[in-house]
């Protein structure tokens, strides 16, 4: 795969506008708990308190984006996606509303649940669309490639958009710029002619009622996406809290988003020559590596020194987010492409929201740099089971067609 690969996979006929309407759907997909988080926090001034509410949310949108997945490979993704945005603009004014009046945690955990469940998973559509436009081979996995880049330049961004607008004269603006851009962008996604003329592809006779995820490789493949999403939470809230206790609160974002430059840069020429080149050897090695680095994020005692080190661990971002990405190819059933990535999705989720939660709680207990290097621990414990399951990541269906150009 080059990199001219990739201007030919996006220049496909009829991928151009849902490219455009996916980029504004879903850029928002890891602002939206940052924003949450940090709007909770300024009101509450707790951590632990802001930690669980974002944690409920990221959990919503786990389960959440599996069932959308499921339909959108039964159906099309044009219907869930109007649905799921009109509820999903009903619950944010909800969960506003309580958090303006001050409403109990509990009452505030529920309804981030809701509304992470009505998140619309335009991200997963966007996905699958790929395999209705391109055959199977290098095109195909460019544009892959190109999901799995932008969507971790999103998860890298988002949260630093966030922290960026919670200094606004009202800290829930993040909220509603995120709220706004991820609707207008999944009806966009929905009225486009690739989106409504999409013909689901039949699924795999005497399938598991599982799905997608009931295939074993898919399952090593949601372990090593939930250990980086671990990672990622951890970050998330430890990064905005050693800002914080350096003095300077507004840092947390630009230090988060500095993270995004060395992570788009390696990750398009990981994409053109990624290695490991066997999947099962892959997943393991990035995981571990990307822990490593998470570890060492306790070492600097200033934020310069916090910056440099952010710089190296982004380097690892979207490598990962596209073997994962790539690994949905070899491994998920037929006929399940967005629930496939929806499983991926859910998983990182997941494990941001442990990592939210929990890493508020260390922070509130100790500092920052604890934090780092229990994440840097998680993160190894993740590697060794992804490692002990490595054989899983053999392709086991057709896969003459891929295999050359996923290594």
Not at 263 to 280: E, N
Request: proline share 7%; hydrophobic share 55%.
């Amino acid at each position: 795969m080059t990199l001219a690969d990739y201007r030919r996979a996006l220049n496909t006929p009829g991928a151009r506008v849902p490219v455009l309407a996916s980029l504004l759907g879903r850029w928002p997909i890891a602002m939206f708990a940052m924003a949450l988080l940090l709007y909770v926090q300024r009101v509450s001034s707790s951590f632990a308190i802001a930690g669980m509410i974002s944690a409920g949310a990221l959990t919503g949108v786990a389960v959440g984006a599996v069932v959308q997945g499921r339909i959108m490979d039964r159906i099309g993704p044009s219907l869930p996606l109007y649905v799921t945005s009109l509820l999903f603009v009903a619950a944010v004014t909800t969960a506003i509303t309580a958090i303006e009046l001050d409403a109990p945690g509990s009452i505030l955990v529920g309804l981030a649940f809701l509304l992470g469940v009505t998140q619309p998973n335009v991200e997963s559509a966007s996905r699958a669309l790929w395999q209705h436009l391109l055959p199977p081979g290098r095109l195909r996995q460019a544009a892959v490639s190109y999901e799995a880049i932008s969507l971790e330049v999103f998860f890298i961004l988002g949260p630093g958009v966030a922290a960026l607008l919670v200094a606004a004269p009202w800290p829930g603006t993040g909220m509603l710029v995120a709220t706004s851009c991820t609707v207008l962008g999944s009806v966009w996604f929905a009225t486009t002619r690739a989106a409504r003329t999409q013909r689901p592809e039949p699924a795999k006779p005497g399938g598991s009622l599982l799905g997608a995820i009931a295939a074993p490789g898919m399952r090593t493949v949601a372990l090593a996406a939930m250990g980086f999403g671990v990672l990622i939470g951890y970050i998330e809230v430890a990064i905005p809290a050693a800002a914080v206790e350096a003095g300077q609160p507004t840092m947390g974002g630009v230090l988060i988003s500095l993270m995004s430059v060395t992570s788009v840069l390696v990750g398009i020429i990981y994409g053109v020559h990624p290695w490991p080149r066997p999947m099962h050897l892959r997943l393991p090695a990035l995981l571990i590596g990307f822990a490593g680095l998470i570890a060492v994020l306790a070492i600097p005692d200033s934020l310069w020194g916090l910056c440099v080190a952010l710089l190296v661990a982004g380097c690892l971002i979207t490598p990962q987010s596209t073997a994962h990405s790539v690994a949905i190819e070899i491994t998920a059933p037929r006929g399940s492409a967005a629930e496939a990535f929806a499983w991926v999705v859910t998983s990182v989720t997941l494990g941001a929201a442990f990592g939210h939660s929990t890493s508020g709680q260390l922070i509130e207990l100790s500092d920052p740099g604890t934090a780092f290097l229990a994440a840097g621990a998680l993160g190894g414990l993740f590697t060794l089971i992804v490692w002990l399951r490595r054989a899983t990541l053999q392709p086991a269906r057709e896969t003459s067609e891929l295999e050359p150009a996923v290594g």
